[in-house]
Each structure stands twice: as C-alpha cells, then as structure tokens.
Nanobody, 120 residues
Framework: QVQLVESGGGLVQPGGSLRLTCIPS????????MGWYRQAPGNQRELVAT???????NYADSVKGRFTISRDNAKNTLYLQMSSLKPEDTAVYYC??????????????WGRGTQVTISS
C-alpha cells in the first residue's frame, strides 16, 4: 500500500524558516507530478506549489519568492523550503503525488499532513 509521509512542521516565529519533507512508501513504479497543499482552519485546501518529474514548478502567488519546492527523483522525496514565514502561512500542509503503480495505473495520493504554525 502506498503512503505519503510528511515531516518538518512546527512552530516558528514570523520571518523564520522551515523545510518540509514528503517521503512515499510502498510499491511504486514511478511518480509524475508532486505538490504541496495547505488548509487553514475554516478555509478550503489550497495549492501551495507543484513540481513535475522534469522539474517544472508552479507556485501560488502568496508564496512566490518565499517558498521553494524541489524533489529528489532518485529518492522519490519531495521538499518545501519555506522562508520569510508569515502568520497567514499557518496551516496543515499536505503532500500530494501522482503515482504510477506496478500494474501501470496512475493514482493520486495524499499525506496526512503536518502542522505549520507561525506565531510570536
């Protein structure tokens, strides 16, 4: 069974930095697009950033210039480097991946999320 496990969340002061990591586990043939989404209390889940297997990236306007998404294809690992953090970045951050299974099917998987809290 494929799972995505996020780590790296925590409590940080405004202006600080955090790096999130997402590691898939299970029988994976390959991974297409991966991404980070977030959901703040009372809000809908929103896109933060995505990255293709070739390294093309896309960011929400609210995080451009502050967040950097990257991936290590050899390790199937996804990262999100967050800097200049603001209180409005407070949310649960979810990893997302389009994964090719061994039977050739493509399925979308979500992690359980990691809490990021920005507060002084």
């Amino acid at each position: 069974q494929v799972q995505l496990v996020e780590s790296g969340g925590g409590l940080v002061q405004p202006g600080g930095s955090l790096r999130l990591t997402c590691i898939p586990s299970g029988y994976i043939f390959g991974i297409n697009e991966m991404g980070w989404y977030r959901q703040a209390p009372g809000n809908q889940r929103e896109l933060v950033a995505t990255i293709t297997s070739g390294g093309s990236t896309n960011y929400a306007d609210s995080v451009k210039g502050r967040f950097t998404i990257s991936r290590d294809n050899a390790k199937n690992t996804l990262y999100l480097q967050m800097s200049s953090l603001k209180p409005e970045d407070t949310a649960v951050y979810y990893c997302n991946a389009d994964i090719f299974l061994l039977d050739g099917t493509l399925r979308v998987y979500w992690g359980r999320g990691t809490q990021v809290t920005i507060s002084s």
